[in-house]
């Protein structure tokens, strides 16, 4: 029997500590033994990486980068991840519980479908924080990756996050993973908690309108270079 994961979870985080052992802890949770937890810590200045070293669970794997954002963590992760299927997480937000044996088994029913989502349940952590967001509560949101369990064989296909992008690299990823052949089946349960603080860096990224016509110059762009 190989004691290979069948999952991997990839985790990025900068300076994360205040949310980051809730996050870890809704994953391990539902993690069978031989699974792994990839936290890539990106240069964290808090005590970050302290409490990562007093964690002794060994699914946990800690990684380190550069500083160079999220999609340059999320890329070492995918570097380093071993297990059949992928999934990811930013720090600050959870695991609903019976998530992943749900999408697991949905990927595990049927050979065809390359992907797994459920719904997203927005937890409002400080006031008027989520109020743009409030419209995804309770809805499908497979344009997040982070809602979705994937086959490795889609994130191989797809490659990885494009690190020049501050803002709407995960919307740009879900694009690349539709045109890479993504066929996703729904499950009819929350599969991210999207926790919504002061905090977000999407409270900090650009006008909707300008980030959508980055996205469209972007797809036109690799359609050309096909």
Not at 3 to 9: A, I
Not at 132 to 146: D, E, I, T
Not at 151 to 172: A, C, P, V
Request: charged share 25%; hydrophobic share 40%; with cysteine.
């Amino acid at each position: 029997m190989s004691n290979l994961p069948q999952t991997s979870v990839i985790i990025p985080v900068f300076n994360g500590e205040y949310f980051l052992l809730e996050a870890i802890n809704s994953v391990l949770t539902q993690l069978e033994v031989n699974d792994e937890l990839l936290v890539v810590n990106d240069a964290s200045t808090d005590g970050t990486l302290a409490l990562l070293l007093e964690l002794s669970d060994r699914r946990l794997r800690v990684l380190s980068s550069n500083g160079g954002g999220a999609s340059v963590a999320r890329n070492i992760g995918i570097s380093a991840a071993r297990g059949e299927f992928i999934a990811f997480l930013d720090h600050d937000d959870l695991w609903p519980k019976g998530r992943h044996a749900s999408l697991r088994a949905a990927l595990l029913a049927d050979d065809s479908i390359n992907a797994s989502a459920g719904r997203i349940a927005i937890l409002e952590e400080s006031v008027g924080a989520a109020s743009k967001y409030q419209n995804l509560h309770g809805r499908y949101g497979a344009s997040m990756p982070f809602t979705c369990l994937y086959r490795r064989s889609l994130i191989q296909k797809t490659g990885y996050f494009d690190e020049t992008m501050r803002f709407g690299e995960d919307i740009d990823y879900f694009i690349r993973l539709t045109d890479s052949g993504m066929k996703i089946t729904y499950c009819d349960l929350d599969s991210l908690i999207y926790r919504r603080h002061a905090e977000n860096a999407t409270n900090f990224q650009p006008a909707h309108g300008k980030l959508a016509l980055e996205l469209v110059i972007r797809k036109l762009a690799r359609d050309r270079n096909k």
